[in-house]
């Protein structure tokens, strides 16, 4: 690695990394738009040509955007909408309507906020309308300019649409589709969601009426891009401050990637996921871990980055655990195997556990059944354990039927690393994997 | 130790003040900074912070965010029963009364994140603004999208927020079925016997020694570590328990330093506690009388634990008793038992070849009413014959929940009944009638 001198930068040591965390956090977390989304390209121009039709000839249309968590599609429309007003002409007319499945949960809702994003609260006032359909016409119709020949072209961008086909009748969508059919006023819907089979969500009605284009973003990416992606995101820009830092920080980089158990640790992730968002989330990891008492990302910060996204959660918890806690799954886990699967109870555990007991002296363990079932209680509570049916209230707590939600090798893994494990505990573990 | 909480942006002064008070938390607490970056600078939009109760969740955060002075709103989910209480209360703490009074009644999410917006667009974050979420698996109940808004609110509000999340529940089981912006994990682990021993011993009484204090410690982990390891209920232990500990000194009965004797005086009296305080049967104010009562008093909590503080009318004992009985055994055994000359019956005769598991294991099973009463005037027959109304006796039953009643709407003339007492139960009660109540059951035989 190369060291730094930190005399001969412009720049201290300590404003060059508080400068680099600025640039990279605003990547990482604040899902800043990239300057040109990579790997897209065919879909970013299917769609900016769509949108044109619709700011500059006043054609309306209807798209989705499909794709899985974090693949881009809020990015992709980000990025194409900010090419789309840089055309002065586009900037005056096109009016944008940004709605979320999340926050407009109805349709009024949603009629509400489509009002106020236009400022067309005041020439509403307290009119009331017949229905969705007047309402909406309304809307469009007052936003036609003075000579009422032609119409604002509005664009109505709806963030997490499957969403949106739950509402009561569909009746957003459907006014939505039917006005971007027919000549009523030029809109563009844009619905964005992970949902593969949205078609199959919406009513025949609203279906005939989308016009079925769909731009999806599967990632086809090979490991090789993916190794050339993770090295891009960590680089500083060209317009770093302090250039020197910035050369020697990518130089750093590019020997981090290339480093063995670095790839290693990546192609696992690519594994899981191929998307921006999760590798955003190692990478922040990395950054964090950076100080000027350690100036650069090294191998063993990316691997400790990793095991903390690939933890195993509930073999955490069971570290935690009380050792009666501990006994009474390793009871259940026993049951599971004499049972095959069935449910259980707490008296069938309790009588395993005894079992247990009786084949030692010590008396330890000897516990009450009402402190037993207190871990039996906390157990249920951190959802280790779960009622077999919902229907249990009237059987007493001790009869209630369980299922145990931990499988052999999360049970394993925790006895592995419970401390101070005594040992005829873990035998009698062992004789359940036997 | 205080190595590790350094970090450019923050004042020296509060840091080395932070990890005082963060004693065996260093490494979260440095690895939180770490993710926070400067005050200014972005953090990652959700943190989901999981561990065991009592593990410091709360504490860590609430120490990082006040002693670092940093615009935050603490919401506990606890509190919050409608979304109305954490809308109101984070535009309250981020901008004051004046954004509150701008939602309307019975506010939804689009209304909250509009008046953010509005809020936050003319005094946009100069500094990362924090929600902590205190029992967040509470979340899951509420309106299905007030979770997953949250995890990226930082998106819908376009401003430096970040939400965490705190809870003792993995985060696979927060995960909504399409998916969600994944928040960042972080776990906490339990603290060791070590550390809790080193937390406990802060709380020591000026008046004793750290060693006296330090040593009573040791002795409760030693009663209670096997069973618990919540540090919240540790502590109230502790606190509850320290005066007996100190009696035989008071007295002047042993001497400071030695650990055996005063060991010898409290044991046992934590095991009696283990009993009772622990399981909540008595509240920590009936502990203290009954610390200041004769040894031979508090036999009387036995008791309490057993319930058996119920007084019951005598038939309704053996009304209970029969139920226990049809619920137990099973039906055909029924003549052995009640049957006056059913001659020679060996438990063989009647055992079905794979009948392994006990009916004790297994749970009450439903009986029918006739059954009821048969098996009743069988146990009860050499006493006077019961004059009370036997029916209204067995929906008071039912009323105390010493029985269920298990509906069936297509049979509505044929209720059937489950006991729903324990053995220890059922025996007290047993006794107090002088019926030896396990000769009769089918499990004991
Ligand atoms: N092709 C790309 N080039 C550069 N950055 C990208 C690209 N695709 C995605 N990103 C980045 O990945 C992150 C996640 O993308 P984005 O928010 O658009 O996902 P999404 O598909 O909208 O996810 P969700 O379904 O959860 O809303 C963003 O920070 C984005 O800038
Ligand atoms: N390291 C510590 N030093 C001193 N006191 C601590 C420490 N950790 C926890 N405590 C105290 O223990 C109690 C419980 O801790 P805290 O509330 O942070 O737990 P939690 O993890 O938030 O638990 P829960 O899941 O129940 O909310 C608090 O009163 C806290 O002050
Ligand atoms: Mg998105
Ligand atoms: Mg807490």
Redesign the pocket.
């Known amino acids: 690695m190369s060291k730094r001198k930190v005399k001969d930068a412009p720049l201290p040591l300590g404003d060059c990394l508080t400068e680099a965390q600025q640039v990279l956090r605003e990547?990482?977390c604040?899902?800043?738009?990239?300057d040109?989304?990579?790997?897209?390209e065919a879909q970013h121009k299917h769609l900016l040509e769509l949108l044109k039709r619709t700011a500059v000839h006043g054609e309306s249309n209807s798209v989705l955007?499909v794709?899985?968590?974090?693949?881009?599609?809020?990015?992709?429309?980000?990025c194409v909408l900010r090419d789309l007003l840089e055309e002065t002409e586009v900037q005056k007319n096109l009016l944008q309507v940004h709605l979320n499945g999340l926050l407009q949960t109805d349709d009024r809702v949603a009629l509400k906020e489509i009002t106020r994003q236009l400022h067309l609260e005041n020439v509403v006032g307290d009119k009331v309308f017949g229905s969705f359909a007047e309402n909406l016409a309304f809307l469009l119709e007052a936003l036609k300019k003075g000579d009422r020949s032609s119409s604002r072209p509005v664009l109505f961008i709806l963030?997490?649409f499957d969403l949106f086909a739950h509402h009561k009748n569909q009746t957003l969508l459907y006014n939505l589709f039917d006005v971007s059919q027919s000549a009523q006023a030029p809109i563009a819907v844009v619905g964005?969601?992970?949902r593969l089979d949205v078609l199959e969500l919406l009513e025949k009605r609203v279906k005939s009426r989308f016009s079925h284009r769909q731009i999806h973003?599967l990632s086809s990416l090979t490991f090789t891009q993916y190794l050339q992606?993770a090295r891009t995101?960590l680089s500083l820009p060209d317009n770093f401050p302090d250039s020197k830092f910035a050369q020697e920080w990518n130089e750093d980089v590019t020997t981090l990637c290339e480093d063995k158990s670095v790839e290693e640790v990546l192609q696992r992730h690519f594994h899981s996921s191929k998307?921006?968002?999760s590798?955003?989330m190692l990478l922040m990891l990395c950054l964090s871990r950076v100080s000027v008492a350690k100036p650069t990302i090294k191998p063993a910060d990316l691997l400790d980055a990793s095991r903390l996204c690939l933890a195993d959660a509930k073999a955490n918890m069971l570290h935690g655990l009380s050792i009666l806690e501990l006994c009474l799954i390793i009871a259940m886990k026993h049951l599971n195997d004499v049972y095959e699967g069935e449910p259980f109870n707490l008296q069938m555990v309790h009588n395993e556990f005894k079992k247990f007991l009786q084949r030692k002296s010590n008396s330890m363990y000897n516990f009450d059944q009402p402190v037993i079932m207190k871990a039996f209680e906390h157990l249920q509570q951190l959802e280790l354990i779960r009622p077999a049916d919902s229907s249990a209230a009237k059987t007493q707590r001790e009869y209630q039927l369980m299922r145990l939600m931990l499988d052999h090798s999360q049970i394993m893994e925790a006895l592995q690393k419970y401390p101070q494990c005594p040992t005829d505990v873990k035998q009698w573990a062992m004789s359940a994997f036997g | 130790m205080t190595t590790l909480l350094q970090h450019p942006g923050y004042e020296e002064e509060k840091l080395q003040r932070v990890a005082e008070l963060l004693l065996c938390r260093e490494v979260q607490a440095g690895t939180l900074l770490s993710l926070m970056g400067q005050p200014q600078q972005r953090c990652y939009p959700s943190i989901f912070i999981y561990g065991h109760r009592a593990s410091g969740k709360s504490h860590v955060m609430n120490v990082l965010l006040k002693e670092l002075e940093l615009p935050h709103a603490v919401v506990s989910c606890v509190e919050c029963v409608s979304a109305v209480l954490l809308f109101e209360q984070v535009l309250l703490s981020f901008f004051g009364c004046d954004a509150v009074s701008l939602l309307p009644r019975s506010p939804s999410l689009s209304d909250f994140v509009r008046i953010y917006r509005q809020q936050c667009s003319p005094s946009p974050a100069k500094q990362t603004r924090y929600i902590v979420m205190e029992k967040a698996e509470l979340l899951r109940d509420t309106d299905a999208n007030l979770l997953p808004a949250l995890l990226?609110l930082q998106?819908l509000v376009e401003d430096n927020v970040t939400v965490i999340l705190l809870s003792e529940i993995v985060w696979d089981k927060f995960r909504p079925n399409t998916?969600?912006?994944e928040p960042l994990l972080l776990h906490f682990p339990d603290y060791s016997k070590g550390e809790l021993q080193q937390i406990l011993s802060q709380d020591r009484n000026p008046s004793y020694s750290a060693e006296f204090y330090s040593a009573y410690i040791n002795i409760l982990l030693g009663v209670f570590y096997s069973v618990c390891r919540d540090l919240r209920e540790l502590r109230h232990l502790a606190a509850l328990n320290f005066s007996k500990f100190c009696e035989p000194l008071s007295e002047g009965k042993v001497k400071e330093t030695d650990t055996h004797k005063l060991w010898r005086n409290i044991e046992p009296h934590l095991k009696k506690a283990m009993q009772t305080v622990y399981l909540r049967e008595v509240s920590s104010l009936q502990w203290e009388q009954i610390q200041q009562m004769d040894e031979k008093e508090t036999g009387a909590l036995r008791g309490l634990s057993a319930h058996t503080h119920v007084e019951l009318p005598y038939y309704s004992k053996f009304l209970l008793i029969a139920a226990y009985l049809a619920s137990y055994n099973p039906a055909r055994t029924d003549k052995r038992f009640f049957l006056k000359h059913h001659g020679k019956i060996r438990k063989t005769n009647f055992m079905k070849k794979n009948e392994k598991t006990s009916n004790h294991l297994l749970g009450p099973k439903p009986f029918p009413l006739d059954r009821l009463l048969a098996i009743f005037y069988s146990v009860v027959d050499s006493r006077v014959a019961p004059t009370a109304s036997i029916f209204s006796q067995i929906s008071s039953l039912v009323t105390l929940q010493l029985l269920a009643q298990v509906s069936h709407d297509d049979q509505l003339d044929a209720p059937k009944y489950k006991c729903a007492v324990s053995l220890d139960f059922i025996c007290a009660i047993s006794r107090t009638v002088n019926f030896d109540i396990v000769k009769y059951l089918y499990d004991f035989l």
């Open positions: 990547r990482f604040r899902q800043q738009l990239p040109r989304p990579e790997g897209v955007i794709g899985p968590r974090g693949a881009g599609k809020t990015m992709l429309l980000q963030e997490e964005i969601t992970c973003l992606r995101q998307d921006f968002r590798l955003h | 990226r998106e998916g969600c912006f």
